[in-house]
């Protein structure tokens, strides 16, 4: 694969294209505004993904979660920022 010219100058950052045991900022952001993309308009969908994260990924009581969308939001919003 040919270089452009400011990644041979060393202009800009050649980011990895494989991230295997960790992710970037770019990526993990990406991957938030896709998920946002999907449930971020209707909020009717935040507290049942609130659950399913709740129940199949952290294994915590669904009963403690927000009852509110946007709390809902960012609960999954916090758990998603924090893995590894």
Request: charged share 25%.
């Amino acid at each position: 694969m040919k270089k452009s010219f400011s990644t041979r100058l060393g202009f800009v950052e050649v980011t990895p294209t494989l991230q295997m045991e960790s992710m970037n900022d770019a990526l993990r952001n990406s991957i938030w505004n896709y998920l946002h993309s999907l449930f971020g308009s209707q909020y009717i969908y935040w507290v049942p993904l609130a659950k399913w994260v709740a129940q199949f990924f952290r294994k915590v009581p669904v009963d403690e979660l927000p009852y509110d969308d946007s709390r809902c939001r960012e609960w999954v919003k916090e758990y998603f920022y924090t893995l590894p």
